[in-house]
Structure formats: structure tokens, C-alpha cells
């Protein structure tokens, strides 16, 4: 139901309030209704999808004719497709970080990596020095994390992988400036939103420190398990990305709403991605295959996370573990599903969602 304010500006239940319990209160935050009209054109969203797809199929070429698996960045497909089909997003308005934020993060995956064996702590470390990168730039750039993880998950210690990934951020922000010059002629009524009303509290960094100890109680447990079983493929990188956005924050991460179809989302990207270097090997044609299926499972899910089409390229990079890469993808997915709903649970408490919100 629809509570309108003085402004005229209205919020859905369904949005950022702690409403998953009758009893907790709501605090109506205003929200304009273009917020909810701020889209593409069916012909311009198309199109940038065609244009991530095709960047990333060039990265994926490059990467098989130069022998070097890890220069195809997986995070580049979430990257990629998020700033060119929402170019008013905040990835999208910080092009800087986005180039800077990933690298730094892979520097300290590829450190981290050359003095310390996987391990439970070593998952930690780089989650935490992720972490703090994030604060000291002020980014919100989640990929980062992801980069800092897949040189521990393959045991990568050259530095040519961070700058391999640079090189790549660098080939989407050179397609995403002219892109958003153009966006920002051609919706002008769009870019006159409010976008410090809208984009900094959807897509703010995460506030107070509440998350914090669910979020390594998760990660901890699962690494350890990965550790134990041989199985690194429980935690993928794009799987820590996702428990940090839907920990950090619940009431607007997009895909926090719908947790029962997080595991779905992510074994079927998965799966699309084992079948297409099945067939193709790791090639551009498995690259643009597991991709373009990837954004198609999204639509067809109604469901926007990013991440889960850096879960369908990484199979382009990693040992073939046949099917037990969707399979340890899925049970990831489903751990993360369980122990979210336990937090949103916990947070959902009257005493806990007064705390929470007044530390917003």
C-alpha cells in the first residue's frame, strides 16, 4: 500500500523499510515516482546488453589467444552490462573508482596470495583488506572484492592479473563515457533527478556495523568447509560479492528481496557457463554464449544481480571440475539463502530494527 508524504512522493511497502515482520515500524522514505520510470528504451537497452556481450567476447578472444586464462576479468561481465544498461547508477557516475577500486583489490588478492596458502584465514584477510579498500575510496565498487578473491580461489600470483584487470576496466569505462554523454542528451529528463535522493540512499555504502559478524560467520564457515573438502569452488568470488551486498544491505540490495531466487539464479548461470566451455572450450564464442544466456535467466527471474553473470564466466578461467562447479555453486547459493534468511530473521526483531534504524 502506498503512503503518501508532504512532498507527494511515495514509497511501496515492499521497498526500503524493515518490513518483514508486521510488528516492526516503518519508516517511509520518499522516493520519487520517476524513479520507477528512469529506464532505457527496449531499443537502447538491447543494444548496450549487445555492446557488454561484445566487449566481453573481445576480453575472452584476447585471453584465449594469449594463453592467459585470468586476463578475462569475470567481474567484467556484471561491470560491463550494469554501467551501459544504467548508466545513471553510481558505478556508472564514478568511472575513476571503477578502474581504481577492482585493480587495488586484485593487487591485494595477488599479495595476499603469494605468501599465504587458501585457507579459512587467508578467505578473511582478503575479504577484510577488500573491505577496507572500499572505505578508504569511499567506493561502493563490490566487484573489487571479487577481483582480491579469484588469485586465492586459482592460485594466481603473478601481477600481470591486476593489471590485466585494469587493462580491462579501463576497455568498459572508454565505451561507457561516450555512452553516458549520449544518455545524458537523449534523457534529459532522467538526469534531472535528484540523484543524490535516489542513488545515494539505493546505493549508498553500507551503514552502522551491524552485518559485519553474520557476514564472516558465513564466510568463515563455508571456507572452512572449502578448505576441508578441497571444494574452493563452495565460495567463487562472485559469491562473496553477493553475501557482502545482501548483508550489508537488506532492505535494498535487488536481490536480497528475493532469496529463494538467488540459488536458482546462480545454478543456472552456472550451468550455461560449464556447457558453453564444454562445447566451445574457453573461446569468445563460450564467453558470449554463457553471458547472453546469463542476462536471460536474470530477465526471465526478474531479478537484477549482477554478480550472477561473473558466476557464468568463471568457468572460462578456472580447472574444468565438470559438473561439480554448478553444483558447488548451487550449494553456495543455497547456504547463502539459508543463513540471510536467519539474519533478516534476527534483524527483523523490534529491538534490533530500532537500532538498525536509527543508525540510517
Known amino acids: 500500500m502506498r503512503h503518501p508524504n ?166 568498459v569505462v572508454v565505451l561507457l563515457v561516450p555512452w553516458h554523454r549520449h544518455y545524458q542528451r537523449k534523457y534529459p529528463d532522467q538526469v534531472e533527478v535528484a540523484t543524490s535522493d535516489i542513488d545515494d540512499r539505493l546505493e549508498a555504502p553500507p551503514v552502522g556495523n551491524r552485518w559485519i559478524l553474520p557476514l564472516y560467520l558465513f564466510l568463515a564457515t563455508l571456507a572452512c568447509y572449502a578448505t576441508v573438502s578441497g571444494l574452493r569452488l563452495l565460495l567463487v568470488p562472485p559469491l562473496v560479492v553477493i553475501a557482502y551486498e545482501m548483508f550489508a544491505n537488506p532492505d535494498s540490495c535487488p536481490w536480497a528481496q528475493k532469496p529463494f531466487t538467488l540459488p536458482l539464479a546462480c545454478l543456472l548461470t552456472a550451468t550455461a557457463g560449464w556447457l558453453a566451455v564444454t562445447a566451445f572450450g574457453a573461446s569468445g564464442i563460450a564467453a558470449g554464449l554463457s553471458m547472453a544466456t546469463g ?23 578456472i580447472s574444468s571440475d565438470g559438473i561439480k562447479y554448478p553444483i558447488c555453486v548451487a550449494i553456495g547459493a543455497t547456504a547463502l539463502t539459508f543463513v540471510f534468511l536467519l539474519y533478516r530473521r534476527w534483524i527483523a526483531r523490534p529491538g534490533c530494527a530500532t537500532e538498525s534504524i536509527s543508525m540510517r
Open 295 to 317: 542476462i536471460a535467466v536474470l530477465r526471465l527471474l526478474q531479478i537484477h544481480m549482477p554478480p550472477a553473470l561473473a558466476i557464468g564466466l568463471l568457468p572460462l578461467v
Open 6 to 171: 508532504r512532498s507527494g512522493w511515495y514509497r511501496n511497502g515492499g521497498g526500503r523499510g524493515t518490513s518483514h515482520r508486521s510488528e516492526v515500524p516503518r519508516v517511509p522514505i520518499a522516493i520519487p515516482t520517476a524513479l520507477t520510470e528512469r529506464r532505457l528504451t527496449t531499443r537502447d537497452h538491447l543494444a548496450m546488453e549487445a555492446t557488454a556481450v561484445m566487449y566481453v567476447v573481445a576480453v575472452a578472444t584476447t585471453a584465449q589467444f594469449s594463453g592467459s586464462r585470468w586476463f578475462l576479468f569475470p567481474a567484467l561481465a556484471a561491470i560491463s552490462d550494469d554501467v551501459l544498461t544504467r548508466p545513471w547508477g553510481k558505478w556508472a557516475s564514478q568511472p575513476g573508482r571503477l578502474v581504481v577500486t577492482p585493480t587495488l583489490g586484485a593487487a591485494i588478492g595477488t599479495l595476499i596470495t603469494k605468501q599465504f596458502a587458501y585457507h579459512v584465514l587467508s578467505v578473511l584477510l582478503i575479504v577484510t583488506a577488500c573491505l577496507g579498500l572500499l572505505a578508504i575510496l569511499r567506493s561502493n565498487i563490490g566487484p573489487a572484492i571479487a577481483a582480491g578473491m579469484l588469485p586465492l580461489v586459482l592460485g594466481i600470483t603473478s601481477w600481470l592479473y591486476p593489471v590485466a584487470v585494469m587493462i580491462g576496466l579501463v576497455g
